[in-house]
């Protein structure tokens, strides 16, 4: 368990402080990271939705993407939702854009459509909970997996949820709702 | 099962944006530029601010055809504006697939009396506001993220500041108010009482709040995230200003590190020519764009 462990979040632009309030939630500790420096005292990372563009320039301007990567390799346990799942996945298709390329993922970006296709579902998440609530905006999905990642989560017949080792990763958003199960499960990881 | 256009979908991209510049484009190849540079997201016009300033006239909706383009061009966000009160106009842009609407006040407004009913739209509205008063009525209204107004298309930001302020005050004022003065509040501040309560119990808005009107520098990116804002729209700031690649880096950059000065001086270096700004006390009131809507 997390214990008196640090999860640092990935601070550059989009849904931060929803997570830190989550893990804070669970009783766990959290703090927002934005520097090499930051990066190196975490114990754990979560890299939050937004628009992996962004985070993407920022992450290659200001090389912090190494100091990830490598923390990575290492074993520290690192949750993307959304763009993080995107910033975080080997094979982007059809894009050309910076991503740290640490788990053997080939996400689909705007999977599900633009904006007027954002929708709310029930997620059914194998050997943890069969009622998540799952908020997807624009979001993407696995469309191929390899190595040693696992499936966690299908939602009409999509890649919504994956494992591999030390590296957790969703389409939607568990840091919007009230639900803490996703939040909990990253920190059993720890 | 499956729920689209929700508020909670709705909200979600506005939270999806926080910390990011949303940047004025007007083909697609500034909206590449701005994607490029790092842009959370592109707000689709067929003129900045600053041109439909000096064009004067009347500002409408955007042709259909570049906000397509646009939106062809980039894997982001697209926004566009309507006129305030066109929901006709509004009804044409979600028919477009567009990702978020911008009700604005730097369009000439359609309706002097109404502002249009956000709730009736599956695609998130964000809509300008001066003072606390004004953005509970735009979320009464169904808006999902409010901005300041500014004084759009003039590249200086004070206006923008005295939005961001006057919204922050209001609010902290709010919070320290016993619960038998909150609907006399509610009346001062002409808004809904419910979110006035909603505000007075957590101390902030219940939707994202970014700025808007006026920047036109990293260092006023920064100064309106100090101010408390959620992220920033730049509008003529970028691609009325002599290198507009650089400047725009320099923005999304500074929208992060906005604590952090020494990332600011190092991105404020060597960016050319800012745009070229007004100062607000030479600007006629009917020149004024805040004034627009109540």
Known sequence: MAGKKVIGVLALQGAFREHQAAIERCGATAKKVRTREDIQKADALIIPGGESTTMGRLLESYDLGHTIVERSRAGMPIFGTCAGMIVMAREIPGYQQYSLGIMDISVRRNAFGRQLDSFEAELDIRNISDRVKGVFIRAPFIDRIWGETEVLCEYMGKTVMARENNLLTVSFHPELTEDLTIHRYFLSMI | ?294
């Open chain 2, 1 to 294: 099962m499956e729920e689209k256009g929700s508020f909670v979908v709705k909200d979600g991209l506005a939270q999806m944006l926080k910390g990011g510049v949303i940047m004025d484009v007007t083909t697609p190849e500034q909206a590449k530029i701005a994607e490029e540079a790092g842009a959370c997201a592109v707000m689709a016009l067929e003129r900045v601010p600053a041109d439909i300033r000096a064009m004067g006239g009347v500002a409408r909706m955007a042709d259909p055809t570049i906000i397509l383009k646009i939106m062809d061009a980039v894997s982001i966000p697209v926004m566009a504006k309507c006129r305030i009160g066109h929901f006709v106009e509004a009804r044409i842009l979600e028919s477009l697939g567009i990702d978020f609407i911008d009700e604005s006040e730097v369009l000439t407004p359609a309706d002097e009396k109404y502002h249009v009913n956000k709730h009736d739209f599956k695609v998130p509205f964000v809509c300008g506001a001066r003072n606390l008063g004004e953005a509970l009525r735009r979320i009464g209204e169904g808006a999902a993220m409010v901005r300041t107004k500014g004084e759009p298309g003039t590249g200086n930001v004070v206006e923008a500041v005295r939005h961001m302020r006057q919204i922050m005050d209001e609010m902290r004022w709010l919070k320290g108010l016993p619960k038998e003065e909150l609907m006399t509040a509610a009346k001062d501040l002409q808004a809904p009482y419910e979110l006035v309560l909603n505000v007075a119990a957590r101390g902030c808005l219940p939707v994202v709040n970014f700025s808007a009107g006026g920047i036109a520098t990293p260092a006023d990116a920064a100064l309106m995230m100090q101010l408390g804002a959620d992220g920033n729209f730049v509008g003529s700031g970028i691609f009325k200003s002599g290198d507009p690649m650089a400047r725009a880096r320099a923005i999304v950059a500074a929208t992060t590190y906005f604590d952090d000065p020494k990332v600011l001086a190092e991105v404020s270096r060597d960016l050319g020519e800012p745009m070229y700004g007004i100062d607000i006390k030479t600007l006629a009131p009917e020149e004024k764009m805040q004034d627009r809507g109540w």
